[in-house]
């Protein structure tokens, strides 16, 4: 009666009903004769959208935190010592389990609303003339914090030193929304997860490795089970898991890489941009707000993270956004908690739904006593996206489904 709750969090993203419909199916034997054949083009598949040419794309019945932790225990050894950043909650949940995991961590703390700090990376790399650094670990989008980073520049620092170290990325809320580059940037091996990008609910842990880091694999002595890339590749090789797989989100994942590979990375990518410049121009109509992002070279495609002004909580922005407004804004984490809230614009999204946001957000922001008028923001996302919106062309993969 009240009409439709409104998701504008960083994931899970709203999922498509075509999507919604695919993985509306009965249980199915993930045994039968016939499912290979559903399981080996799609994984194929899944390496167009991580621009993968080599190597293989692994899909775990988890979260992404499940992929990072398969990524680890299945390349590197404990002891092993490894270069990483700090700054933002899921960086630092990396970093985190890295050293619980026996990890020696070589860290580079870095200011919440920076990104990987290249010229400390490339520093370090250049002072281990003994090559001890077995790994170097980049989040490409920090989702905490709104700030993306230069995982070309990482590369560019490996090759300029000589360095042969593996390069694991976090593209749990980049890979499948901004421009990412498996093969052109030498990534090693990169975490995605369902749930963002690739418009499904949580669930699979994506996890796509090189043929380096396979390799790597062969003198990789750390335990693990559940994770084993041994295990897949047997198993995978014949078009099955070596265990239950969620065969309904499977479903999903097939329509939703058809309709990326439909329209193309590189538009996806475009699309992604130019809301998230819509996002931006609304903020800097919010008198008293900002980016937690320090400058434009940081700011992220797929969320907004914005600070409210000196003695206004986000928290009761964001609490009014639910309960008032139907709307749920992304809540600030660890040390931005009550002081910024976020927009997620990522996944299967249009203008008008942005517009809804930014509205949505605008109006709890005045609840909150913030001294914006009420429209500004809107206006200057409007005025952005009629600018820059092309016809949306009609979409066979939509005609299929449906």
């Known amino acids: 009666m009240n009409g439709n709750p409104h998701l504008f969090i960083p994931g899970p993203t709203n999922v498509p009903d075509v999507i919604r419909r695919a993985m509306n199916i009965p249980m199915e034997d993930m045994r039968a004769p016939d499912f290979a054949d559903f399981v080996i083009p799609l994984l194929a598949d899944l390496k167009k959208v991580f621009r993968q040419k080599s190597g293989r794309v ?84 920090e ?52 749930q963002k990008g690739f418009m499904l609910p949580a669930g699979l842990g994506i996890l796509a490795v090189s043929d380096k880091a396979l390799a790597a694999h062969e003198n990789a002595r750390m335990a693990r089970c559940y994770f084993s890339f041994s295990d897949m590749i047997k198993l995978n090789d014949t078009g099955y898991f070596p265990y239950t797989p969620a065969t309904q989100l499977l479903r ?96 299967s999204l249009n203008p008008v739904m942005l517009c809804g946001a930014l509205s949505a957000a605008e109006m709890a922001l005045v609840d909150a006593g913030v001294a914006i008028e009420p429209g500004a923001g809107v206006a200057a996302a409007q005025e952005h996206f009629r600018a820059t919106t092309p016809p949306v062309q009609k979409s066979v993969t939509k005609a299929r489904a449906a």
Not at 93 to 114: N, P, S, Y
Not at 163 to 182: K, Q, R, Y
């Open 58 to 141: 692994f899909v775990y019945p988890t979260s992404g935190t499940g992929a990072w932790e398969a990524a680890i225990t299945n390349t590197l050894n404990t002891g092993d010592r490894v270069l990483m950043s700090r700054f933002g909650q899921f960086s630092m949940l990396w970093v985190d389990m890295a050293e619980r995991l026996g990890l020696e961590v070589d860290l580079c703390e870095v200011d919440w609303g920076k990104g990987v700090p290249l010229e400390d990376y490339a520093a370090r790399l250049a002072a281990d003339k003994d090559h001890k650094i077995k790994a170097v670990f980049a989040t490409q989008n």
């Open 252 to 347: 999903g994942l097939r329509l939703s890489v058809d309709m990326l590979l439909e329209a193309g990375m590189e538009s996806v990518w475009e699309r992604h941009n130019r809301l998230a410049a819509g996002v931006r121009r609304a903020v800097d109509q919010w008198q008293g707000c900002r980016l937690v992002a320090h400058g434009p070279e940081w700011h992220s495609d797929t969320v907004s993270a914005i600070y409210t002004p000196e003695g206004v909580d986000a928290r009761h922005v964001i609490e009014t956004a639910y309960h008032k407004y139907q709307t749920s804004l992304g809540s600030g984490l660890a040390q931005l908690a009550g002081r910024a809230f976020r927009i997620g614009h990522l996944g």
């Open 143 to 194: 989702t905490a914090t709104g700030v993306t980073s230069d995982i070309a520049g990482i590369r560019a620092a490996l090759d300029a030193t000589g360095h042969p170290a593996l390069l694991f990325v976090d593209g749990v809320s980049s890979i499948a929304s901004v421009e990412f580059e498996m093969e052109k940037w030498g990534v090693d091996l990169a975490v995605a997860g369902s």
